[in-house]
């Protein structure tokens, strides 16, 4: 958090001035539920300056009219670690609806859960289709156990929240991938190369580990996501060290 130091007049008329001591978040990680959404409002463009000073500083609309031009200048230029997607491991907001967010790291997320959040995912990243970002959510934002079943009736409660909520975790799952390229490198492809159009999904992905053994197909499905991808990492880097890729 950034220490922020506020000298005010709390009266035009008098020249005697305040001091209040505030912060303001460095990263994402350091956003609350409600910085977070006010934060993606800021970047599209539905929430002016005054607005987003008064969340992010928890100050009054009184007091930040009081501000000079320059001051709230300064505090809007804080906000530039928004243009970049900083690596982050859980998800800010706790609770979408009635569904609850899954545990930090994903722990105790199977791989078949991720599997089917990924491909929704990465369909809403291409068409903007809100129905594809609401199954994404239904993955990961649930009451229980995931079942493949259960995304449908979720993912339709969860399209009449607000749309700044759902834009919202989308935005979060892009720092949570970052944070799992950093954990496995060897399996991810960075950032800037996954608009390539020949990369495979991660259906192709699961096919070529299990191939048509049903049995070992849902023993793969059941398992952690770390315990996949740890797999996964240690098997693509034992096959760059042998040249075979």
């Known amino acids: 958090m950034t220490p922020i130091e506020l000298e005010y007049q709390r009266f035009r008329f008098i020249l005697r001035t305040r ?81 609850r967010k899954p545990q930090a790291r994903l722990k105790d997320e199977t791989f078949g859960t991720f599997i089917f959040a990924e491909t929704y995912f990465d369909k809403y990243l291409k068409s903007e289709d809100k129905e594809y970002l609401a199954k994404f959510i239904a993955c990961y934002y649930r009451t229980g156990k995931f079942l493949e079943a259960d995304i449908r009736p979720n993912s339709e409660s969860i399209v009449l929240e607000p749309l700044v909520k759902q834009e919202a975790i989308a935005i979060n799952y892009t720092l949570i991938r970052e944070w799992l390229i950093q954990e496995y490198p060897n399996v991810f492809q960075p950032a800037e190369d996954q608009t390539k159009a020949a990369q495979s999904t991660w ?43």
Request: proline residues 5%.
């Open 19 to 99: 001091k209040l001591k505030t912060s303001h978040p460095d990263s994402w990680s350091e956003l609350s539920p409600i910085q977070l959404l006010a934060a993606v409002r800021f970047i599209d463009g539905t929430i002016n300056d005054d607005e987003v000073i008064i969340v992010m500083l928890n100050l009054t609309k009184r007091l930040v009219r009081r501000l000079t031009p320059y001051q709230k200048f300064c505090i809007i230029d804080l906000m530039s670690f928004l243009q970049t997607h900083t690596p982050w491991y859980d998800f800010i907001l706790p609770t979408i609806g009635e569904f």
């Open 203 to 245: 259906l192709d992905v699961y096919d070529a580990i299990v191939g048509d053994d049903i049995v070992k197909q849902a023993e793969y499905a059941d398992l952690p996501i770390s315990t996949v991808l740890r797999y996964l990492d240690k098997r693509v880097k034992h096959s760059k060290h042998e040249g075979k890729i």
